[in-house]
């Protein structure tokens, strides 16, 4: 029974090593994959990770009059490093970030099908206008990018991923409150 | 041949001998528990902003669903998931470790990597992995036939390795990962770091800003990386490794923001301690604590 362990333990860092060194060769369904995902976890800050910060800036329109663009996950995020103690601003902007991602994804890959029929859409509009304006508004402007810094000339680079300017009221909302 | 073979037989007794370090597996295994508790209680009105808005979606097939089946609670009621997950891992802390406890913990921090997955991190999958490993990490109930008890030795020192390398991987892979880019090598990386808006902590003063710093912490990085692995399993230098370890981590928490992180992989550093540790610590309190 020892002797399997000792095996069990050697197989398992053997197959590890195998996934490491062949990295993309495995299939989605495959024992390869699944170690690939969940036992060699990482890497948590790779290259594409820190070279670019996603930011989705948000403006709407009351009587005429346009607010300026502000990104509410940044203000929320610099908003808990004063305060460490409001552990839900840290992660406040996340979630808008991560639908902007994955509409981002959908426009890359063409399968956005436009503002009212992309369920992602529609959840972050229901976010936007009920979580964060919190008001009535005419129209909504959304603009998500990112933020590339070159080390060469120390300066920022935006990339625009999209841009839309709509009215809020015309998409329908994805979850019932 | 042979002596392989002895080798082998001999190594294999750390499995099949007695449960391995009992002590400090069940306090690794108790501030998991705790970790989790303040995890959800934390993300608990985050996630029901989240959920307020946001539909998961899951699997149509049977096992799917039941391997998923708090997700799907969470997407409906978010609170009742929450209410009852919190009350099982208060169960589950203040219970003797058993098989059961284990599985309904790995279910729950499973379903809650799921259900926060737009706001999760790497702290969620770390934990739910370790979670996994954790299930034959019981004691209890008792097997009283003989080759029932050895299974039962068997699994619980294998877990508890697989969850020591488990840990080790998580900074070998990061650490090749950085050995291999040119940004990480050069020290750039740091340069990068510092205008991560969405990361990098505005209230501390630019600490990243000199490169002859960059390259320093660039390379200090990789070293400790690379090296845990090796250096972690070596008797005399186990306990300062971990201690970088923690200082490591407590230093991207305040810097990259990343409590969370900083928070799991100091839990998962318990795993590598011995009960004799606890006993050291033990008899220092003793021996400063004032004589009756």
């Keep these: ?177 | 041949m042979r002596r392989l073979k002895n080798y082998s037989k001999s190594v294999g007794y750390y499995f099949t001998d007695d449960f391995q370090e009992p002590t400090a597996t069940r306090i690794f295994h108790k501030v998991l528990v705790v970790y989790t508790l303040l995890r959800m209680t934390l993300v608990w009105p985050l996630s029901r902003m989240v959920m307020s808005y946001h539909s998961i979606s899951l699997p149509k097939s049977l096992p799917g669903k039941l391997l998923l089946g708090g997700a799907f609670l969470a997407n409906q009621h978010v609170d009742v998931f929450f209410g009852i997950g919190v009350l099982l891992l208060v169960v589950i802390l203040f219970t003797n470790v058993n098989y059961i406890g284990n599985l309904v913990f790995f279910y729950l921090t499973f379903n809650l990597y799921v259900i926060n997955l737009p706001i999760a991190d790497g702290s969620d999958v770390v934990l739910f992995m370790l979670s996994l490993w954790c299930i034959p990490i019981a004691t209890l109930p008792v097997i009283s036939n003989e080759r029932g008890k050895v299974i039962q030795k068997v699994l619980y020192n294998l877990a508890l390795l697989f969850c020591q390398i488990q840990v080790a991987y998580i900074y070998f892979i990061s650490g090749l990962d950085k050995l291999m880019s040119d940004t990480w090598r050069s020290g750039v990386a740091f340069d990068y770091i510092r205008h991560l808006e969405v990361l990098y902590n505005p209230v501390l003063p630019p600490i990243f800003a000199s490169e002859f710093w960059n390259i320093i912490f660039s390379w200090s990085t990789i070293l400790f990386e690379l090296s845990f692995v090796f250096l972690v399993w070596n008797r005399s230098i186990r306990l300062p490794m971990l201690l970088i370890g923690c200082i490591f981590h407590l230093f991207i928490w305040i810097v990259l923001s990343l409590p969370d992180f900083a928070l799991i992989m100091i839990t998962s550093y318990l795993v590598f301690l011995k009960d004799s540790d606890y006993d050291r610590i033990k008899s220092w309190v003793k021996r400063r604590l004032p004589s009756r």
């Design chain 1, 1 to 177: 029974m020892g002797i399997a362990a000792v095996l069990v333990v050697f197989l398992h860092i053997l197959f590890s090593i195998f996934v490491l060194l062949t990295p993309g060769k495995h299939n989605a369904k495959s024992l390869g994959k699944l170690y690939n995902q969940l036992v060699l976890l990482g890497p948590f800050f790779t290259e594409s990770r820190i070279k670019t910060s996603p930011h989705l800036y948000i403006s709407f329109k009351v009587k005429d009059t346009w607010s300026p663009f502000v990104d509410h996950g940044l203000a929320n995020f610099k908003s808990y490093c004063e305060h460490p103690w409001r552990y839900g601003k840290l992660h406040y902007g996340d979630f808008e970030r991560y639908i902007s991602l994955q509409i981002g994804e959908q426009i890359r890959h063409k399968e956005f099908k436009g503002m009212g029929s992309s369920r992602a859409f529609r959840e972050l509009n229901q976010f936007i206008v009920q979580e964060v304006i919190s008001r009535q508004v005419d129209s909504v402007s959304l603009v998500y990018g990112l933020n590339v810094y070159l080390p060469e000339t120390k300066t920022v680079r935006f990339d625009t991923v999209f841009k839309y300017t709509y009215n809020p009221s015309v998409i329908a909302p994805s979850k019932k409150l």
